[in-house]
């Protein structure tokens, strides 16, 4: 019977991304193909789900821009965290500006964001410059491009994915993958990290729309990102349990079945 370790076993000598490898090392070590979107507003509640869902994750995803009180020592303790519970950080920043703006917004202001983060996001609205000028900067991060979304009408159209996956052919070293909700390409170099997943609930009124961690990992997911159905919950560490469980046995549903 095949396990979540042994699937990404296999996809680690196709990978080219050396961010990449890092990733599914972790996911073969914790049994988790799990990422947290931390979307809360303060330093104390950030850490505080971390701690509570640190062991059941290969990955944290912030949105530090919403910390309301923000300050550089929170990112020696994110650090920190991330040693101890063997885990990596994404920042969904989704950059999506010319070249030479990313740069300072990737390297600079009072985020620093290129002195901490693992793995960044962008669009690929500007074209191949915006790849460029986050590589130009980048300290060892590796970039993932938005070739689709969750939310209903999103723009993303065919075609628009397409440049997506161009853009990571050409720069497969720096390029890790898609934030996408299926897989978008039969290169397996590329890792597919799918959100909008919730157990439960179908969507929101702002025009999310959900599916199941199955569902997800079915349709291609290789790291599956939840939000409110985890830190909106009375105990984020049991539905971070929950989840991770939850992507565990499908996995071994499709390989019984094959």
């Given amino acids: 019977m095949a396990t979540i370790e042994a699937f990404f076993a296999g996809k680690e000598s196709k990978i080219k991304c050396p961010k990449a ?11 988790s193909n799990l990422c947290v979107s931390a979307d809360v507003t303060t330093s104390t509640e950030l850490i505080k789900l971390i701690n509570d869902v640190g062991p059941f994750v290969c990955m944290i995803k912030t949105h530090i821009d919403i910390i309301e009180d923000f300050t550089l020592n929170l990112i020696d303790k994110l650090k920190t965290l991330a040693l101890e519970h063997d885990f990596m950080i994404f920042e969904d920043r989704k950059f999506a500006d010319l070249g030479s703006t990313v740069q300072k917004q990737f390297s600079g202001g009072v ?3 290129s002195s901490w983060a693992d793995f960044i996001n962008a669009h690929v609205v500007v074209g ?3 790849v460029s000028g986050l590589r130009s900067v980048a300290q060892g991060q590796s970039l993932i491009l938005i070739a689709q979304m969750s939310a209903a ?4 159209t065919p075609e628009y994915t ?10 497969g070293d720096f390029v890790s993958g898609f934030i996408c909700t299926a897989r978008v390409t039969d290169r397996e170099e590329f890792l597919n990290f799918v959100p909008g997943v919730h157990i439960s609930a179908s969507g929101d009124n702002l025009g999310q729309q959900y599916v199941s ?4 990992i079915r349709r291609g997911a290789d790291v599956v990102i939840v ?9 984020p560490a049991e539905a971070a349990r929950e989840y991770r469980d ?11 079945k094959e």
């Fill in 21 to 31: 490898n890092q990733l599914l090392k972790i996911i073969q070590r914790k049994g």
């Fill in 111 to 113: 985020h620093r964001i």
């Fill in 128 to 130: 191949p410059g915006i």
């Fill in 153 to 156: 009408g999103n723009l993303c």
């Fill in 162 to 171: 397409s440049t997506a996956v161009r853009l990571a052919e050409e720069n």
């Fill in 213 to 216: 961690p199955d569902a997800a």
């Fill in 227 to 235: 939000g409110r159905g985890i830190y909106r919950s009375e105990c």
């Fill in 246 to 256: 939850a992507c565990r046995k499908t996995f071994t549903d499709i390989s019984e």
